[in-house]
C-alpha cells in the first residue's frame, strides 16, 4: 500500500499540462490499489467499506489508454 504522492510539474507547464498530469498519476495510484486489492492483500480490503468500493467500472478508455 502506497500514499499517493506529491505531483512534480516542469515550471512553465499549462494548466490543461498540469492535469493532464495529475490525472495519469491519480489513475496509476487508483489502478495499482485496485489490483492487490484483487490479489487479496488484506490490508488493502480491510479499509475499504460498502460506501467507498474500489471496484467501481473503469472505462474502457482509460484501461487502453493504461495498457499501451
Do not use: F
Not at 500514499?3 to 516542469?10: D, E, F, G, K, Q
Not at 487508483?30 to 492487490?36: M, N, P
Amino acid at each position: 500500500m502506497t500514499r499517493l504522492a506529491v505531483l512534480p510539474v516542469a515550471a512553465k507547464a499549462s494548466v490543461e499540462q498540469g492535469l493532464e498530469a495529475a490525472l495519469e498519476s491519480a489513475l496509476a495510484h487508483w489502478l495499482y490499489h485496485d489490483e492487490i486489492w484483487l490479489r487479496g492483500n488484506a490490508k488493502a480490503q480491510s479499509g475499504n467499506s460498502a460506501g467507498d468500493s474500489p471496484r467501481a467500472p473503469c472505462p474502457r478508455a482509460v484501461r487502453r489508454h493504461r495498457a499501451a
